[in-house]
């Protein structure tokens, strides 16, 4: 690979890219034939995490499922059985307990995990803002590092002409395969975008074809966030709530599916994978729906859960408050790789190893989630909404465009939902949070800001199409 690399040059990601793109378009029309039963994986302990960034040999799998929320995983004691994949997977794994997603709205969430910055210091807060070209990305460093780099996305915000293509060798939305009727029939309002088989499905073919390289896979799914369900996973009832976990039950047998490829082809021994999400969703918990209007529990509160070379019999729980900005930082020093500059984000390597170890954790500090709530409004003034975590709090804070102020402080360690605001029983948590929100809004992009992108009608249209309102 690497000589012909060599003759083609500069011209040769363009010929892969192309290659890749096939393939994957083939890959709806490819079954899948599966092994005998796999042997039974190698049993992990604090000193193998230690030590597996001293291998040269490990695979990079990075799925986030859009929209899911850790509360509706029995992982995160939710009494539905949701995901029993993702629990299996958890209880030989290690589990993130209370991670917070840095924003309600996909495009703002996933630049902040891809740089490890938060939203303001990220830079991209609104609907024509990209990526910098100056943000050293995950990918960028991982082919540096000799990774073969890929990703497969559904949604529309993390399009390449943002800048979250920057690093992949490959980079493309999978191509659709035909639904079969009882998912439509079960979903009549289904748009004609695929479903998260097929990014399984050309993950699987992209494996087959540079599995024998060392890879790192992005796959970006969307079942969850369109509410798609079908007959086997229509198990919970019809209303709002339990559709949504009808779709999470359809999204965990989908990656079950990949799991066991994964596992019957022999790439679980050196394969990391790490499931995450962007934002959690609303059901009417303070009278709204959906994401994207604001920064509460509900729509903040993500899982996020690892999958190691070996298994860790019993499953590794990390208590203390973690966030997505950690994510890569911690990813990139279980690799043993120098990674991400300037970051707001952190390793948790070192918790990870106390907690496999039943050492006390590391101290935290506070954690931030953000969004201007007029993100999608053409000219509109900034309208932040802020929340700071801190010792179990949550302190909420909305500026208004008119310079007007809204505060709630909730406590978590006695209100697990967050719904009594205790603002004016406890005066001075509020005044030290707000002062923590002031001095995070004052903070700035470490690069120059690149000028706004000019979407066209086409693009708009694909966006607003997964429910988003745009003018």
Same mark, same amino acid.
């Given at each position: 690979?690497?000589?012909?690399?060599?003759?083609?040059?500069?011209?040769?990601?363009?010929?892969t890219?192309?290659?890749?793109?096939v393939?994957?378009y083939l890959?709806?029309?490819?079954?899948?034939?599966f092994?005998?039963?796999a042997?039974?994986?190698?049993?992990?302990?604090?000193?193998?995490?230690?030590?597996?960034?001293?291998?040269?040999?490990?695979?990079?799998?990075?799925?986030?499922?859009?929209?899911?929320?850790?509360?509706?995983?029995?992982?995160?004691?939710y009494?539905r059985?949701?995901a029993p994949?993702?629990?299996?997977?958890?209880?030989?794994?290690?589990?993130?307990g209370?991670h917070?997603?840095?924003?309600?709205?996909?495009?703002?969430?996933?630049?902040?995990?891809?740089?490890?910055?938060?939203?303001?210091?990220?830079?991209?807060?609104?609907?024509?803002?990209?990526?910098?070209?100056?943000?050293?990305?995950?990918?960028?460093?991982?082919?540096e590092?000799?990774?073969?780099?890929?990703?497969?996305?559904?949604?529309?915000?993390?399009?390449?002409?943002?800048?979250?293509?920057?690093?992949?060798?490959?980079?493309?939305?999978?191509?659709?395969?035909v639904?079969?009727?009882?998912?439509?029939?079960?979903?009549?309002?289904?748009?004609?975008g695929?479903?998260?088989?097929?990014a399984v499905l &050309?993950?699987?073919?992209?494996l087959?074809?540079?599995?024998?390289?060392?890879?790192?896979?992005?796959?970006?799914l969307?079942?969850v966030?369109?509410y798609?369900?079908?007959?086997d996973?229509?198990?919970?009832?019809?209303?709002?709530?339990?559709?949504?976990?009808n779709?999470?039950?359809?999204?965990?047998?989908?990656?079950?599916?990949?799991?066991?490829?994964?596992?019957?082809?022999?790439?679980?021994?050196?394969?990391l994978?790490?499931?995450?999400?962007?934002?959690?969703?609303?059901?009417?918990?303070?009278?709204?729906e959906?994401?994207?209007?604001?920064?509460y529990?509900?729509?903040t509160?993500?899982?996020?859960?690892?999958?190691?070379?070996f298994?860790?019999?019993?499953?590794v729980?990390i208590?203390?408050?973690?966030?997505n900005?950690?994510?890569w930082?911690?990813i990139?020093?279980?690799l043993?790789?120098?990674?991400?500059?300037?970051?707001?984000?952190?390793?948790?390597v070192?918790?990870?190893i106390?907690?496999?170890?039943?050492?006390s954790?590391?101290?935290e500090?506070?954690?931030? &989630?953000?969004?201007?709530?007029?993100?999608?409004?053409r000219?509109?003034d900034v309208?932040?909404?802020?929340?700071?975590?801190?010792?179990?709090?949550r302190?909420?804070?909305?500026?208004?465009?008119?310079?007007?102020?809204?505060?709630?402080?909730?406590?978590?360690?006695?209100?697990?939902?967050?719904?009594?605001?205790?603002?004016?029983?406890?005066v001075?948590?509020?005044e030290?949070l707000?002062?923590?929100?002031?001095?995070?809004?004052?903070?700035?992009?470490?690069?120059?800001?690149?000028a706004?992108?000019?979407?066209?009608?086409?693009h708009?249209?694909?966006?607003?199409?997964?429910?988003?309102?745009?003018?």
């Amino acid at each position: 690979m690497n000589q012909i690399r060599k003759i083609l040059g500069e011209r040769w990601p363009w010929f892969t890219a192309a290659g890749l793109v096939v393939v994957i378009y083939l890959a709806q029309f490819v079954r899948i034939s599966f092994q005998p039963p796999a042997p039974e994986r190698p049993v992990g302990t604090a000193a193998d995490i230690e030590k597996l960034s001293e291998r040269d040999d490990v695979n990079v799998l990075f799925i986030l499922v859009d929209t899911l929320r850790a509360d509706r995983l029995s992982t995160y004691g939710y009494d539905r059985a949701t995901a029993p994949f993702l629990d299996e997977l958890a209880e030989n794994g290690v589990v993130f307990g209370s991670h917070l997603a840095q924003s309600s709205w996909t495009k703002c969430s996933m630049a902040s995990l891809w740089t490890g910055l938060y939203p303001v210091r990220a830079g991209v807060t609104r609907f024509e803002h990209v990526v910098s070209p100056d943000a050293k990305m995950p990918a960028e460093i991982l082919a540096e590092n000799g990774f073969f780099t890929a990703g497969l996305y559904r949604n529309g915000w993390v399009e390449g002409y943002f800048g979250f293509d920057q690093g992949f060798e490959v980079y493309t939305r999978p191509t659709s395969k035909v639904v079969a009727p009882s998912i439509k029939l079960a979903n009549p309002t289904m748009k004609e975008g695929g479903t998260d088989e097929d990014a399984v499905l &050309a993950a699987m073919e992209f494996l087959r074809i540079y599995g024998d390289e060392r890879w790192f896979l992005y796959m970006h799914l969307m079942d969850v966030h369109e509410y798609l369900y079908d007959e086997d996973s229509a198990q919970f009832g019809t209303d709002y709530s339990s559709v949504y976990d009808n779709s999470i039950l359809r999204a965990n047998l989908v990656l079950a599916k990949l799991y066991n490829y994964l596992e019957h082809e022999g790439y679980l021994d050196n394969t990391l994978i790490v499931i995450a999400s962007d934002h959690g969703e609303a059901f009417g918990e303070r009278g709204a729906e959906g994401h994207a209007r604001w920064v509460y529990r509900e729509t903040t509160e993500v899982p996020l859960i690892m999958s190691l070379p070996f298994k860790l019999p019993g499953g590794v729980v990390i208590e203390q408050r973690t966030e997505n900005i950690d994510v890569w930082p911690t990813i990139f020093d279980l690799l043993g790789i120098e990674g991400l500059d300037e970051v707001d984000g952190q390793s948790r390597v070192p918790a990870l190893i106390a907690a496999a170890s039943n050492e006390s954790p590391p101290e935290e500090g506070p954690a931030f &989630a953000h969004l201007d709530q007029n993100w999608g409004r053409r000219g509109a003034d900034v309208a932040d909404t802020l929340s700071v975590l801190e010792d179990g709090y949550r302190y909420m804070q909305v500026k208004n465009p008119d310079g007007s102020l809204k505060e709630e402080l909730f406590n978590a360690r006695v209100d697990a939902s967050e719904l009594i605001d205790l603002k004016d029983e406890e005066v001075e948590t509020t005044e030290r949070l707000r002062g923590l929100a002031e001095g995070y809004l004052e903070k700035a992009p470490p690069w120059d800001v690149p000028a706004m992108l000019e979407i066209d009608e086409i693009h708009l249209n694909q966006l607003r199409a997964l429910g988003y309102s745009i003018p």
